[in-house]
């Protein structure tokens, strides 16, 4: 009897998922593929590579939290990040945008979100690994990472 309750929670929460990624990134509806199946895992795909596009998404995803009673029972949305978005997470950068970090330290306390920065971007941007907060992971190449976790059955949304 308790699956029932959870089933439509988990369910609740990826559909909120889609549309606030949908919403955020300004893809259209005929743009979507529409998988057979609900997928337990969603990769977040970043296209203006900017800090406002990430902060729509961990506001409507902390908005997606709020909602629920309690934490999430899905996977963490990823979020591969290898373009200038990577800027808002420098320490240096982190007093004009305190509000975007810690929203986003907050959604990765919670298993909401898991953000990975491209390792090539960062040599290219002459950002070292201390330079962002230790909540964010790194991977030797975003694009790369991307496939390896759509092979693994996440799905672009």
Not at 3 to 30: E, I, Y
Not at 79 to 92: C, K, M, Y
Not at 120 to 139: I, N, Y
Request: proline share 5%; charged share 20%; hydrophobic share 40%.
């Amino acid at each position: 009897m308790a699956a029932a309750p959870l089933f439509q929670c988990k369910s609740r929460f990826l559909a909120a998922c889609v549309l606030a990624a949908v919403t955020a990134s300004g893809v259209f509806a005929d743009d979507l593929y529409t998988p057979t199946h609900s997928p337990d895992r969603y990769i977040g795909q970043i296209q203006a590579h900017s800090s406002d596009e990430v902060s729509d998404i961990l506001h409507r995803l902390e908005g997606l939290l709020d909602s629920e009673s309690d934490y999430p029972v899905s996977q963490p949305l990823a979020l591969v990040l290898h373009g200038d978005e990577v800027n808002a997470f420098l320490r240096q950068n982190y007093a004009q945008n305190r509000e975007l970090v810690d929203l986003a330290a907050r959604l990765d306390a919670f298993n909401a979100i898991d953000i990975q920065v491209c390792e090539t971007w960062m040599r290219g941007a002459s950002v070292h690994r201390d330079d962002l907060p230790a909540f964010v992971d790194t991977v030797p190449y975003g694009p790369t990472r991307e496939q390896e976790l759509l092979d693994e059955g996440y799905e672009y949304f």
